[in-house]
């Protein structure tokens, strides 16, 4: 069975600081890992992906991620955070075989304090 | 994003009444799929499709049904809707490789009451 893990419903952090949002997954075998931001009132925005080769991840606006396969964790990373980064952020797994469908977790709320 | 539509935006119905929300995409792409999203469990899959002649149940299928009238349209249907629906659900995209990102449509907040 494959699923996403995603511990913290909230995240807090001061503008201008490090964010981490945290993900863990379970797939069998080899999975395709994926981070989506929803801004209020709108659709799921693709951020990054892993799909093979180097663990870490670049993606849009700046986010990162780092692929951990002995932690089965896939943390969603910015070195610096901005007010408008303040949304919901998903982690997605999918299996590399079956039938490819995406796994969400449930969410982790960031909010970043001016 | 505006390749991927969903109409309408917003429906408050009835228990027992049947509803259609209806998907419309210019990605060109192949596969389609319908979730819907609930505070706390994120997002889940109610069907997906992977052409126009290939229709498959999600996690969550039972009480929906779909209609794929072409490759660019995707219709998710509620027989007779019942409060427990009440959700957002959103339409989404992908190319055929399984490495394909989805891509998500703006969503159709459905009330049931």
């Known amino acids: 069975a494959q699923s996403v893990a995603q511990p913290e419903d909230q995240v807090n952090v001061a503008e201008g600081n490090p964010l981490t949002v945290k993900c863990t997954y379970s797939v069998s075998g080899n999975p395709y890992l994926f981070w989506y931001v929803q801004y209020p009132n709108r659709g799921l925005q693709f951020l990054l992906k892993?799909?093979?080769?180097?663990?870490l991840v670049k993606g849009s606006y700046g986010f990162e991620a780092e692929f951990n396969k002995s932690q089965t964790s896939f943390h969603l990373k910015k070195p610096s955070a901005l007010v408008s980064d303040s949304a919901l952020y998903f982690c997605?797994?999918?299996?590399?075989?079956?039938?490819?469908?995406?796994?969400f977790g449930t969410g982790t709320r960031l909010t970043v304090i001016p | 994003d505006a390749d991927v539509t969903q109409t309408p935006r917003n429906r408050i119905t009835k228990t027992g009444k049947r509803i259609m929300l209806e998907c419309s995409q210019t990605?060109?792409?192949?596969?389609m799929y319908w979730y819907r999203q609930d505070p706390g469990l994120g997002l889940r899959l109610i069907y997906y499709s992977f052409d126009v002649k290939d229709i498959n149940k999600g996690e969550i299928s039972d009480g929906y049904s779909v209609s794929r009238q072409a490759q660019a349209k995707f219709s998710l249907s509620l027989e007779s809707a019942i409060p427990n629906q009440t959700a957002l659900y959103f339409c989404?995209?992908?190319?055929?490789?399984?490495?394909?990102?989805?891509?998500f449509g703006p969503g159709t907040r459905l009330t049931v009451l």
């Open positions: 990605k060109g792409h192949d596969r």
């Open positions: 892993y799909i093979t080769g180097d663990n």
């Open positions: 997605a797994v999918r299996a590399k075989t079956g039938a490819n469908n995406l796994f």
């Open positions: 989404a995209t992908s190319l055929s490789p399984s490495t394909d990102t989805q891509y």
